[in-house]
Protein backbone atom coordinates (compact mmCIF):
# COMPACT_ATOMS: atom_id res chain seq x y z
CA UNK A 1 0.00 0.00 0.00
CA UNK A 2 1.82 2.89 -1.04
CA UNK A 3 1.81 6.05 1.04
CA UNK A 4 4.09 8.40 -1.96
CA UNK A 5 3.00 9.28 -5.81
CA UNK A 6 5.47 10.60 -7.64
CA UNK A 7 5.82 10.71 -11.53
CA UNK A 8 7.81 8.05 -13.13
CA UNK A 9 9.99 10.48 -14.73
CA UNK A 10 10.88 14.02 -16.01
CA UNK A 11 13.93 16.05 -17.50
CA UNK A 12 15.49 19.15 -16.31
CA UNK A 13 18.06 21.60 -18.28
CA UNK A 14 21.29 21.58 -16.69
CA UNK A 15 21.40 25.20 -14.55
CA UNK A 16 17.50 25.35 -13.98
CA UNK A 17 15.92 24.44 -10.76
CA UNK A 18 14.36 21.04 -11.11
CA UNK A 19 10.84 20.80 -8.97
CA UNK A 20 10.14 17.37 -7.63
CA UNK A 21 6.28 16.52 -6.67
CA UNK A 22 5.23 14.30 -4.39
CA UNK A 23 2.02 13.50 -3.27
CA UNK A 24 0.95 11.54 0.21
CA UNK A 25 -2.67 12.69 0.76
CA UNK A 26 -2.66 9.87 3.85
CA UNK A 27 -0.19 11.46 5.82
CA UNK A 28 -0.51 11.24 9.50
CA UNK A 29 0.35 14.40 12.16
CA UNK A 30 3.34 13.10 13.00
CA UNK A 31 4.44 11.31 9.96
CA UNK A 32 8.03 12.95 8.35
CA UNK A 33 8.29 12.82 5.04
CA UNK A 34 11.97 12.27 3.92
CA UNK A 35 13.73 12.41 0.57
CA UNK A 36 16.31 10.18 -0.75
CA UNK A 37 18.45 9.84 -3.94
CA UNK A 38 20.33 6.85 -5.76
CA UNK A 39 22.51 7.54 -8.73
CA UNK A 40 23.35 4.80 -10.52
CA UNK A 41 25.50 2.12 -9.30
CA UNK A 42 25.43 4.10 -6.33
CA UNK A 43 24.39 3.16 -2.63
CA UNK A 44 20.79 5.57 -1.61
CA UNK A 45 21.67 9.21 -0.32
CA UNK A 46 20.31 11.48 2.31
CA UNK A 47 19.21 14.59 0.96
CA UNK A 48 16.40 16.15 3.08
CA UNK A 49 13.28 15.90 5.20
CA UNK A 50 10.56 17.60 6.89
CA UNK A 51 7.35 17.08 9.07
CA UNK A 52 5.65 20.89 8.89
CA UNK A 53 7.82 23.89 7.97
CA UNK A 54 10.40 24.27 4.91
CA UNK A 55 13.35 23.13 5.13
CA UNK A 56 16.56 23.72 3.22
CA UNK A 57 20.25 22.49 3.28
CA UNK A 58 22.92 22.56 0.93
CA UNK A 59 21.28 19.92 -1.26
CA UNK A 60 18.46 20.90 -1.70
CA UNK A 61 14.96 22.73 -0.21
CA UNK A 62 11.83 21.08 0.88
CA UNK A 63 8.35 22.67 0.38
CA UNK A 64 5.58 21.14 2.22
CA UNK A 65 2.14 22.20 1.76
CA UNK A 66 0.02 23.64 4.54
CA UNK A 67 -2.46 20.49 5.05
CA UNK A 68 0.87 18.25 4.42
CA UNK A 69 -0.68 16.41 1.63
CA UNK A 70 2.01 16.76 -0.74
CA UNK A 71 5.73 18.31 -0.62
CA UNK A 72 8.03 19.26 -3.01
CA UNK A 73 12.11 19.19 -3.83
CA UNK A 74 13.34 21.86 -5.05
CA UNK A 75 17.08 21.32 -6.56
CA UNK A 76 18.32 24.99 -7.09
CA UNK A 77 20.49 24.18 -10.21
CA UNK A 78 20.42 21.10 -11.30
CA UNK A 79 23.77 19.54 -12.87
CA UNK A 80 24.67 16.46 -14.70
CA UNK A 81 25.88 14.84 -11.50
CA UNK A 82 22.11 15.48 -10.54
CA UNK A 83 20.97 12.57 -12.96
CA UNK A 84 19.54 10.00 -10.24
CA UNK A 85 16.59 7.92 -9.13
CA UNK A 86 14.54 10.36 -6.60
CA UNK A 87 12.53 8.78 -3.55
CA UNK A 88 10.30 10.44 -1.45
CA UNK A 89 9.21 8.48 1.76
CA UNK A 90 6.67 9.17 4.50
CA UNK A 91 7.65 7.27 7.87
CA UNK A 92 6.97 8.14 11.65
CA UNK A 93 9.46 9.54 13.92
CA UNK A 94 9.72 6.21 15.94
CA UNK A 95 9.78 3.73 12.71
CA UNK A 96 12.98 2.63 11.37
CA UNK A 97 11.91 1.10 8.39
CA UNK A 98 12.56 3.12 5.02
CA UNK A 99 10.15 1.85 2.09
CA UNK A 100 11.61 2.94 -0.99
CA UNK A 101 8.74 3.14 -3.63
CA UNK A 102 9.76 3.39 -7.56
CA UNK A 103 11.03 6.93 -7.20
CA UNK A 104 11.15 9.37 -10.06
CA UNK A 105 14.05 9.03 -12.35
CA UNK A 106 15.52 12.77 -12.76
CA UNK A 107 17.31 13.38 -16.15
CA UNK A 108 19.16 16.02 -15.85
CA UNK A 109 20.19 17.52 -20.03
CA UNK A 110 23.12 19.52 -20.78
CA UNK B 1 34.75 9.96 7.95
CA UNK B 2 35.09 7.30 4.83
CA UNK B 3 31.31 6.52 5.36
CA UNK B 4 29.99 3.14 5.18
CA UNK B 5 32.00 0.51 3.83
CA UNK B 6 31.24 -2.77 2.35
CA UNK B 7 32.79 -5.77 1.28
CA UNK B 8 33.75 -7.10 -1.54
CA UNK B 9 31.89 -4.89 -4.14
CA UNK B 10 31.36 -6.97 -6.66
CA UNK B 11 30.52 -10.93 -5.84
CA UNK B 12 30.40 -14.23 -8.27
CA UNK B 13 29.45 -17.51 -7.05
CA UNK B 14 28.08 -20.81 -7.75
CA UNK B 15 25.07 -21.77 -6.97
CA UNK B 16 25.17 -23.78 -3.35
CA UNK B 17 28.54 -22.11 -2.24
CA UNK B 18 28.43 -20.02 0.68
CA UNK B 19 28.31 -16.47 0.40
CA UNK B 20 29.25 -13.35 3.05
CA UNK B 21 28.78 -9.97 2.84
CA UNK B 22 30.44 -7.70 5.12
CA UNK B 23 29.69 -4.09 6.35
CA UNK B 24 31.42 -1.52 8.24
CA UNK B 25 29.57 1.76 9.64
CA UNK B 26 29.93 4.79 10.24
CA UNK B 27 31.73 5.01 13.63
CA UNK B 28 29.22 6.30 16.67
CA UNK B 29 26.11 5.00 14.44
CA UNK B 30 24.01 2.47 16.65
CA UNK B 31 21.95 1.38 13.75
CA UNK B 32 22.46 -0.61 10.85
CA UNK B 33 20.38 -2.35 8.34
CA UNK B 34 20.89 -4.57 5.41
CA UNK B 35 18.91 -3.93 2.16
CA UNK B 36 18.33 -5.76 -1.29
CA UNK B 37 17.79 -4.59 -4.62
CA UNK B 38 16.35 -6.28 -7.28
CA UNK B 39 15.08 -4.85 -10.42
CA UNK B 40 11.78 -6.61 -9.91
CA UNK B 41 11.24 -5.72 -6.11
CA UNK B 42 13.07 -2.71 -5.76
CA UNK B 43 14.83 -2.06 -2.11
CA UNK B 44 13.55 -4.25 0.72
CA UNK B 45 14.97 -3.96 4.24
CA UNK B 46 16.51 -7.31 4.94
CA UNK B 47 17.33 -6.58 8.88
CA UNK B 48 17.50 -4.18 11.29
CA UNK B 49 19.73 -3.93 14.03
CA UNK B 50 19.91 -1.40 17.43
CA UNK B 51 22.81 -1.26 19.23
CA UNK B 52 24.25 -4.66 17.73
CA UNK B 53 21.10 -6.77 19.02
CA UNK B 54 18.80 -7.91 15.92
CA UNK B 55 15.40 -6.20 16.32
CA UNK B 56 13.60 -6.88 12.60
CA UNK B 57 14.62 -9.79 10.98
CA UNK B 58 11.02 -10.15 8.81
CA UNK B 59 12.53 -9.38 5.52
CA UNK B 60 15.44 -12.25 5.69
CA UNK B 61 13.76 -14.30 2.85
CA UNK B 62 14.64 -18.05 4.18
CA UNK B 63 16.57 -19.62 6.78
CA UNK B 64 19.28 -19.49 4.31
CA UNK B 65 20.17 -16.26 5.15
CA UNK B 66 21.32 -14.95 8.21
CA UNK B 67 23.17 -12.06 9.71
CA UNK B 68 24.92 -11.07 12.83
CA UNK B 69 26.74 -8.05 14.42
CA UNK B 70 29.52 -9.24 16.49
CA UNK B 71 30.04 -4.98 17.71
CA UNK B 72 29.52 -1.95 16.88
CA UNK B 73 31.59 -1.87 14.00
CA UNK B 74 31.29 -4.68 11.97
CA UNK B 75 28.11 -7.02 10.32
CA UNK B 76 27.93 -9.82 7.99
CA UNK B 77 25.12 -11.18 6.03
CA UNK B 78 25.47 -14.87 4.71
CA UNK B 79 23.51 -16.96 2.24
CA UNK B 80 23.96 -20.51 2.11
CA UNK B 81 23.26 -22.56 -0.03
CA UNK B 82 23.28 -19.52 -2.27
CA UNK B 83 20.91 -19.75 -5.03
CA UNK B 84 20.44 -17.70 -8.37
CA UNK B 85 17.39 -15.96 -7.30
CA UNK B 86 19.50 -14.53 -5.02
CA UNK B 87 21.43 -12.46 -6.94
CA UNK B 88 20.84 -8.73 -6.66
CA UNK B 89 22.48 -6.01 -4.85
CA UNK B 90 22.90 -5.68 -1.02
CA UNK B 91 23.40 -2.37 0.41
CA UNK B 92 24.01 -2.13 4.42
CA UNK B 93 23.61 1.34 5.69
CA UNK B 94 23.95 2.89 9.03
CA UNK B 95 22.13 5.70 11.39
CA UNK B 96 22.54 7.40 14.42
CA UNK B 97 18.90 6.55 15.83
CA UNK B 98 16.02 6.77 13.29
CA UNK B 99 15.37 10.71 13.06
CA UNK B 100 18.53 11.32 11.29
CA UNK B 101 19.28 10.62 7.07
CA UNK B 102 20.60 6.92 6.93
CA UNK B 103 23.82 6.60 5.35
CA UNK B 104 23.92 3.72 3.05
CA UNK B 105 27.41 2.07 1.42
CA UNK B 106 28.30 1.52 -1.80
CA UNK B 107 27.32 -1.81 -2.07
CA UNK B 108 27.84 -5.62 -2.79
CA UNK B 109 26.63 -6.85 -6.16
CA UNK B 110 26.25 -10.61 -5.97
CA UNK B 111 25.53 -13.35 -9.34
CA UNK B 112 24.94 -16.50 -8.10
CA UNK B 113 25.54 -18.78 -11.14
Known amino acids: DAKTTQPPSMDCAEGRAANLPCNHSTISGNEYVYWYRQIHSQGPQYIIHGLKNNETNEMASLIITEDRKSSTLILPHATLRDTAVYYCIVRLLNDYKLSFGAGTTVTVRA | ?113
Open chain 2, 1 to 113: DAGVIQSPRHEVTEMGQEVTLRCKPISGHNSLFWYRQTMMRGLELLIYFNNNVPIDDSGMPEDRFSAKMPNASFSTLKIQPSEPRDSAVYFCASSWGRVSGYTFGSGTRLTVV
